[in-house]
């Protein structure tokens, strides 16, 4: 029984619409030049097999946070056996500096920032010193006080020697409140030359771009001797210490997987090498046009053999046909002008020569990777053109490109 699925009207809506014209023009043509590939069968209980891409498991883009002129780049070994400025494929640890702006005028707002706040941490320190002297002159203006007061209880002072005394503590209490302000503005002072400094150290640490941890340079964007301004990306860099591999899968295949399934990888890189992995992440909704679902493994890569950009392939269990069933590619299918809903193939018939292309009806099934099950149509080892479809009609002469 055929199985036909939303997955099948994805791939099929990219499938090229054939154009058919008049037949009878057929004649007049040239052999056109096509390429074939023969209708196979498809059978296994293995499972379904795909490719995938492998990314990093992070990937950052590092960018300066101060500006200034580049005065350094990390220097490594390269091949010949010279030092060499640091490039895309170098592997570099945590904290390794990349490259450095000129520090001269970081180092200067740092010294700046230092002789403020010592001169304000002495202002401040003035200013205490103020406020006890202003203190002790109000303790004594207190004491001066009391005894006038009794003095005059007694009649043994003179009310205008009595109005002194108390003129002068209230000169005295002013002193103290205008030394406690004096304090408090110091006190502003040195906290605004602290947070100052802080900044100037700061800037100054970020006049150097460092590595956020070990990984592999993808790119370098700056050399010795540009001028960069605060936020130029100065370097690509990626986490590979695990990948991430991704890969699609129709939407019938969605029930083999689950979050934490484990799932193991190739690569043609390191033939007859497996490389263990689990689901990390699966696509919640499929591409509208392919109805393709995403599906994310991760994989552990303590040796660094694992690239961003290289091709892996595994092995899906199930989602496979029961009996062998043929199959043809993708790029065969197209769209007959007489049923622009249904399907059909251009079929090779003929002599070497003598060949023509001749139109067959099909019905078809499920994806399978770039191939698609055809149930009704076509037989194993017909020769199907799978390039220039576009360019034929029912009928017409063509030459196999080998």
């Known amino acids: 029984m055929m199985r036909f699925t939303w997955l099948t009207f994805g791939f099929l809506a990219c499938a090229t619409i054939l154009v058919v014209g008049d037949p009878a023009s057929s004649a007049e043509k040239p052999p056109t030049p096509v390429r074939v590939q023969a209708v196979q069968s498809h059978v296994t209980g293995s499972g379904q ?30 091949a010949d056996g010279r030092m060499r400025d ?67 209880a007694t009649q043994s002072m003179t ?9 002068n503590l209230g000169a005295s209490q002013a002193g103290v409140n205008e030394a406690k302000a004096q304090i408090e503005a110091q006190a502003g002072r040195v906290a ?17 771009l460092k590595a956020p941890w ?6 370098r964007n700056i050399d010795v001797g540009a001028f960069v301004a605060a936020g130029t990306v100065g370097f690509s860099m990626a986490d590979v210490r695990s ?16 979050l934490g399934s484990p799932l193991a990888i190739t690569s043609e890189a390191f033939p007859g090498t497996e490389f263990p992995g689990h689901v990390t992440a699966i696509s919640p909704t499929g591409d509208p046009q392919t109805r393709i679902f995403n599906i994310e493994i991760t994989v552990a890569n303590p040796q660094n053999q694992l690239r961003p950009g290289m091709v892996a392939s595994l092995q899906v269990p199930g989602g496979q046909l029961t009996e062998p069933s043929p199959v043809a590619p993708l790029s ?33 099934g499920t994806v399978y990777g770039d191939m698609i099950a055809v149930p009704e149509g076509v037989r194993v080892g017909d020769r199907v053109i799978t390039t220039g479809t576009t360019l034929l009609v029912d009928g017409d002469q063509v030459r196999v490109i080998p």
């Open 49 to 78: 097999r795909f490719s995938a891409n492998i990314n990093p498991y992070t990937q950052v883009d590092l960018a300066f946070k101060v500006g200034g002129y580049i005065t350094e780049v990390l220097q490594v070994k390269g």
């Open 86 to 152: 640091v490039q895309g494929g170098d592997s570099v640890k945590k904290e390794t500096i990349l490259a450095q702006v000129r520090q001269v005028d970081y180092l200067e707002g740092v010294n700046q920032a230092k002789a403020q706040l010592v001169s304000a941490q002495a202002a401040w320190q003035q200013a205490k010193a103020n406020l006890a002297k202003n203190q002790a002159a109000l303790t004594k203006a207190q004491l001066d006080f009391e005894r006038a007061t009794n003095l005059l």
């Open 159 to 167: 009310k205008s020697d009595y109005d002194g005394y108390n003129e």
């Open 192 to 208: 605004a030359a602290k947070a100052q400094l802080k900044q100037a150290e700061i800037n100054l640490g970020d006049s150097s």
């Open 214 to 219: 070990d990984g592999v340079i993808l790119q």
């Open 243 to 258: 990948v991430k591999v991704v890969f699609g899968v129709p939407d019938v295949m969605l029930r083999q997987l689950q």
């Open 332 to 364: 065969a299918i197209v769209r007959p002008p007489d049923n622009p809903a249904g399907y059909a193939v251009f079929v090779v018939e003929g002599q070497p020569g003598k060949e023509v292309a001749r139109l067959r009806h099909v019905k078809v």
